[in-house]
Nanobody, 138 residues
Framework: QVQVVESGGGLVEAGESLTLSCTAS????????MGWFRQVPGKEREGVSC????????YYTDSVKGRFTISKDNRKNTLYLQMNNLKPEDTAMYYC???????????????????????????????WGKGTQVTVSS
């Protein structure tokens, strides 16, 4: 059974850091393009950062550039998101997604989207985790 599980969320103050993890079982993440997405109540899921299966290609949405770093450890079958200098506007449920082959196009387009559901992109992923909550107090 395939599972993709996020962890590492929590409640922090503005300016602090968190590292999110996304660990997979039943599949090898080295074969997948991966991404982090976030969603707040009443808004659509939006792209935060994505990384290619080989780890060479990355993308960050403008609001997190210079503060967040995405990485993969294929030996641990885990995706990470290092989040520094957190801001209250980073508060959201954070999800990881995996896609390969033709579905990778959905992931990379979703990574650049602020409205992945209405754009018809969320359903194109191979796998989604259930999310981990990040709350940043001011």
């Amino acid at each position: 059974q395939v599972q993709v599980v996020e962890s590492g969320g929590g409640l922090v103050e503005a300016g602090e850091s968190l590292t999110l993890s996304c660990t997979a079982s039943g599949l090898s993440l080295e074969d997948f393009d991966m991404g982090w997405f976030r969603q707040v109540p009443g808004k659509e899921r939006e792209g935060v950062s994505c990384i290619g299966w080989g780890g060479a290609g990355t993308y960050y949405t403008d609001s997190v550039k210079g503060r967040f770093t995405i990485s993969k450890d294929n030996r641990k079958n885990t995706l990470y998101l290092q989040m520094n200098n957190l801001k209250p506007e980073d508060t959201a449920m954070y999800y990881c997604a995996a896609a390969q082959f033709r579905r990778s196009s959905y992931l990379w387009r979703a990574c650049r989207s602020f409205a992945t559901e209405s754009a018809g992109l969320s359903g194109g992923m191979d796998y989604w985790g259930k999310g981990t909550q990040v709350t940043v107090s001011s």
